[in-house]
């Protein structure tokens, strides 16, 4: 019996043996926030006349994630405005857009991505409607460098006239990287991140 009993303590079958680690495959899926979340941080982006840049001024904990204020500064322009988004493991949901309130919320990026993702939002201010798809991870090249974004197509009609499709890549604590098509082209220069 001492045998048996000192064999199954060895093979950890008995005793005080920690429990088998969950195999990674059987964990649940869960992407990483892209979006910045410390204030500070500030993303140059390159425009095709001029940059804008997007600095976080304001992280704040809220219900299912962070509300993230950042001012907007665009030098082709030289307007500066304030937007805020929520955001987590779940998306990215534009809530305030140049000082107006943007209810129902738009959310720009739906997270975990699954194959055939969709979804659809109207912007009641202009009454644009927006249909959303997610393409999957891709290796994109940006002036700052290369990333992992994951891809986005938005097809904007305003009542039934298609006015066109922007492509957008939003990468792990960077947020959006880079944008082609309807809306004005840009991609991110520069980065730098604020203190913890």
Known sequence: MIRVASTLLAFGLIGGAAPAPVPTHLMPKVDPVCYPLRVGTKCVHQLANGEVAFTVTKVEKVEGGHRVTTEVADGTTNQKYIQAAIVSARGVELVEHAGQAIDPPIAWLKLPHAEGNKWSATW???????????????????????FRAIKVERVETVGDAVQG?????????????????RSPARALKSVSFGKE
């Open 124 to 146: 009641l201010q202009s009454g644009t409607k927006f249909d959303f798809a997610t393409k999957g991870w891709e290796e994109v090249e940006v002036p700052a460098g290369r």
């Open 165 to 181: 499709t922007t492509t957008y890549w939003y990468s792990p604590g960077l947020g959006c990287i880079k944008i082609t098509g």
